[in-house]
């Protein structure tokens, strides 16, 4: 068996559980491929325990049975773009704040290998939305959102979108936000979005600090295409995938369709989408 492991380099409270985790795969015969900017961080403190790993690789050009990401929800997206097309499922272990694709703590992470080699994992399929431009030279996708906002802090943008090639609207507002049901407890949350369930076929388009009472948040079907063309008095807005962000001149045109691939998130038997809302969001009720 092998397993790809991704991480935060920012572990320094949790190398005791990386330590025995690493060696228990060790013990297990598991191979081990690791991205090397984590690889170099443990290898500093921990190389004995490192005996599992047999590649050391920034690309998506290897083989898994599974990968896990030990970090919060941003190094869980930093997972994905480094697994890439290869459909290898991912397990996220929480290290960080409110790890909402995170399927365990980091005091179960020793638990992981067992979990993995019995099977008794289930995963679900996320889905990603493309940019199509070529202003985007990088990985073009995200699994949680696309954002374009103002560069210039004194001047909000006008986005000219349309949907299915019909115009729905010009979003007059700080920014725009079009987030995957998997990003909808992210920045959309936090603009007023509604909260969606991850299996749902739909995008919302919530807008930032819209410029009028009546731009409200608005879920569409991602079977549509999307392009926006965004106006402004400055010469550059920003177009940001999952926090990698870029700026480019104004008027240059933003399309949007659905990835051709999904992301396998890995989580445990009986585990549900409405209970990590419940527990994340505190909506249990005292006795």
């Not at 959309?188 to 749902?200: D, Y």
């Amino acid at each position: 068996m092998r397993i790809a492991v991704y991480g935060s380099r920012r572990q320094d409270n949790y190398l005791p559980e990386i330590e025995a985790f690493m060696r228990r795969l060790a013990q297990m015969g598991v191979e081990v491929v690791m991205h090397p900017k984590l690889y170099k961080y443990l290898q500093a403190v921990m190389l004995p325990a490192l005996a599992a790993v047999r590649r050391v690789t920034d690309s998506s050009d290897f083989t898994a049975d599974a990968s896990v990401s030990i970090g919060g929800d941003g190094t869980f997206l930093r997972t994905a773009m480094w697994v890439s097309r290869s459909d290898i499922p991912i397990l996220g272990v929480n290290t960080g704040h409110l790890g909402y694709m995170t399927a365990l703590s980091v005091d179960r992470l020793s638990e992981v290998p067992e979990l993995i080699m019995s099977g008794t994992l289930s995963y679900e399929r996320r889905g990603l939305i493309e940019v199509v431009s070529p202003e985007i030279k990088t990985w073009p996708f995200a699994l949680n959102e696309v954002t374009i906002s103002k560069d210039d802090s004194a001047s909000m943008i006008d986005a000219m979108t349309y949907l299915d090639g019909i115009h729905l609207a010009d979003y007059c507002a700080d920014g725009l936000i079009i987030a995957t049901p998997t990003g909808s407890t992210a920045y959309n949350l936090s603009v007023g979005g509604p909260v969606i369930q991850p299996q749902t076929r739909v995008w919302v388009i919530s807008p930032i600090a819209a410029h009028t009472l009546t731009m409200r948040p608005l879920v569409i079907s991602d079977s549509s295409s999307l392009s926006i063309l965004p106006q402004a008095r400055a010469e550059h807005f920003r177009l940001t995938l999952d926090g990698r962000s870029v700026s480019l001149p104004v008027g240059t045109e933003i399309r949007l369709r659905r990835a051709d691939f999904d992301v396998k998130v890995l989580h445990l038997p009986g585990s549900s989408f409405i209970e990590t809302l419940r527990n994340k969001l505190h909506w249990g009720i005292e006795q």
